[in-house]
């Protein structure tokens, strides 16, 4: 039995230290996530801003790069206009020479166009085969005229025009950004403009390098998680812990009593659940199932018999909910306190026993929640062991707070405890009812002989 014990305890001090290292490292492993999430977010909404503000300048200097070329175009078209006395068309030599004033890359489609007034098409040196066509017409898909468009912004002078416009070196439909002048001295517009897919591509880039951002912040950051917990588990495991005071045979017996009552309660529920109030539930379905298709036909007076009924049996259940609720945890214990649920519990012990039960409760200030529980639970376990095993005639039970805290002490005068005799008490009730005193900082004891049982619990004032 001594070298079971031992290996209990020591059993226990591992599983001590373990839940240690376990609960030290909880806290840091959420902080980290937070960081990291902190981090990737922030570097996400930073990303999101420097797009916006690298694409305004990159688009602004493009424009500004448009208005030169346009402004240095229609310089050249006014001269070849005043210089051949033609105010009406662009001279074959001023058209050749916008037609190689192309700007960029080949890729790049950037190119000047020559138009109308009327929308014809005086050059475009990507598709000559519309040159002397008319395009004042021309929709795109949403219907939008382009060329008028164009013509307009030229001649209110908005000079920046969005449209859409097939792409010369792929044929794509695709978005442009177009820069428009109107000629006076040829009566002509000049546009030109540039295909917005490198906006695209500075996004992509700069999404491309905060990603590589978010994943090296990510790694450095697990990797000091990494080195954080290695040192919280040998601390941990370094740390010499005090003997329980419980690590025995009885406690382990407590925990096995525990898991199996509570097994055997979540049978009892899970049981009532199925054959009462699941039942009830399916009743009540297949009866507002019937009223409903009697409404769909026209009987509404059959309807309104199965309404009526269904609304009874739905009562019928609420009421078993409550009662089943009640024996869970009294909802009086959290609508008006510990000192009413106790004089409620005192009543009904004397409703059924025919014992005389005292309750004098005096003024309690408003209690936390667990502890409010966990006296009701002591309370609840007492009263049951006197009617149990006492057969006492009376029960006085006393609740009152002093400057120190807060007493509770159930007293009967019953036969007593069989074992052990004026004592403290190791019974498994009795080890649960002083842990959950003990937990709150309180101090519980048991007394018990011939003719006088007593249970005190005592919660200090700085733990109510």
């Known amino acids: 039995m001594a070298d079971s014990r031992i290996e209990i305890k020591k059993k226990t001090k591992f599983r001590q230290r373990l839940l240690i290292v376990l609960l030290a490292s909880l806290p840091l492993l959420m902080a980290i996530l937070l960081v990291v999430w902190m981090v990737r977010d922030l570097i996400t909404e930073m990303q999101k801003n420097e797009v916006i503000a690298v694409q305004s300048i990159a688009l602004q200097a493009r424009k500004d790069e448009l208005k030169h070329f346009v402004q240095a175009g229609s310089k050249v078209m ?102 428009v002048e109107y000629v006076g001295e040829c009566n002509l517009m000049i546009g030109t403009g540039l295909y917005l897919d490198y906006m695209h591509a500075i996004e992509v880039e700069i999404e491309k390098q905060t990603k590589q951002t978010i994943d090296d912040t990510r790694d450095r950051i697990i990797l000091i998680a990494l080195l954080s917990l290695l040192v919280v588990a040998a601390g941990g495991l370094s740390l010499n812990l005090h003997e329980t005071r419980k690590a025995n045979l009885q406690l382990i017996a407590l925990t096995e009593k525990i898991v199996r009552t509570q097994e055997e309660e979540r049978t009892r529920v899970a049981r009532e659940l199925h054959d009462g109030v699941s039942q009830s539930l399916a009743a009540t379905k297949f009866t507002f199932e019937t009223a409903h298709l009697y409404l769909e036909r026209g009987k509404l007076d059959e309807s309104e018999r199965n309404l ?89 039970i006393t609740v009152e707070t002093d400057r120190a805290g807060l007493w509770m002490r159930i007293q009967d005068d019953g036969v007593g405890a069989p074992s052990p005799v004026g004592g403290r008490g190791d019974g498994l009730g009795l080890i649960s009812m002083r842990e959950r005193i003990e937990t709150h900082g309180g101090e519980f004891e048991f007394y018990s002989e011939p003719g006088a049982t007593q249970v005190t619990a005592f919660i200090p004032t700085n733990f109510l």
Not at 337 to 361: D, I, K, N, P, Y
Request: overall charge positive; hydrophobic content about 35%.
């Open 308 to 396: 009526d009924s269904g609304v009874k049996k739905l009562q019928e259940v609420m009421r078993e909910v409550r009662k089943m609720s009640h024996q869970l945890h009294p909802a009086i214990l959290d609508d008006a306190g510990l000192g009413a649920t106790l004089q409620q519990e005192g009543r009904e012990l004397g409703e059924r026993t025919g014992m005389v039960v005292s309750v004098r409760v005096g003024e309690i200030s408003s209690l936390r929640r667990e502890l409010k529980t966990d006296l009701y639970r002591v309370f609840q376990v007492a009263l049951r062991n006197v009617e149990l095993h006492s057969r006492a005639r009376h029960v006085d």
């Open 78 to 179: 006014a001269h070849y206009c005043s210089a051949g006395n033609s105010p009406t068309r662009l001279s074959v030599e001023g058209k050749e020479l916008l037609r190689h004033m192309d700007f960029g890359d080949k890729t790049d489609d950037n190119y000047f166009f020559v138009y109308s007034m009327d929308g014809v098409n005086v050059m475009h040196p990507r598709m000559p085969e519309i040159e002397g066509t008319s395009l004042w017409d021309f929709k795109d898909a949403q219907g939008n005229y382009i060329i008028r468009t164009l013509v307009e912004a030229a001649r209110k002078r908005d000079h920046f025009v969005n449209y859409v416009w097939r792409r010369p070196s792929t044929s794509k439909i695709e978005a442009k950004l177009g820069y």
